[in-house]
């Protein structure tokens, strides 16, 4: 059976580690060097009802920073806030047909809110419309087993 070849680039590469290392210190050089003005695109605040999902960095997986003044990496850290207060959609009304001819009227509110921002930043594009769909389908899929 044959062997399937490492990548260069692995996990566990010391070509990737010497290679994230430098552009590191490129980036903290860069910083310090255009130190006034670099603050301004560096330095973001979040709310205390936010937090900022960091994404990009060449190593380390996707991590959460915040509330409060966060640092960000130019170039090599990309931020996504998510908002984790607890927020509140309306179902659009659904009409079904029951069994003895009579037209139902029913509509939903759902509550949600987002426990793990890893999660909803890096599987989800776009979690608050996804929630919104699934309740959407979920509410349509029992009302249909009631017909």
């Keep these: 059976m044959e ?5 260069k680039w692995s996990a ?3 070509l990737r580690w010497a290679a ?3 552009l590191y210190i490129l980036s903290y050089a860069l910083v310090v060097l255009t130190a006034p003005l670099s603050f301004f695109f ?3 605040q979040i709310p205390e009802y936010e937090r900022a999902v960091v994404l990009g960095s ?3 997986l996707a991590y ?3 509330p409060g003044l966060i640092f960000v990496l130019p170039f090599l850290e990309k931020i996504r806030r998510i908002d984790t207060r607890t927020k509140v959609y309306e179902i659009p009304p659904q009409q079904i047909l029951s069994t003895d001819s009579v037209t139902l009227t029913v509509d939903a509110v759902i509550y949600y809110r987002v426990f793990d921002p890893v999660r909803a930043a890096c599987r989800l594009l ?4 996804s929630v919104r769909s699934l309740a959407a389908s979920t509410l349509g899929s029992i009302l249909g087993t009631y017909t």
Excluded: F, K, W
């Excluded at 062997?3 to 990548?7: L, M």
């Design 58 to 60: 060449t190593i380390d």
């Design 42 to 44: 560096v330095l973001h």
């Design 3 to 7: 062997e399937i070849a490492v990548s």
């Design 64 to 66: 959460i920073r915040g």
């Design 126 to 129: 776009d979690y608050n419309q």
């Design 20 to 22: 994230t290392l430098s």
């Design 12 to 14: 566990n590469s010391r």
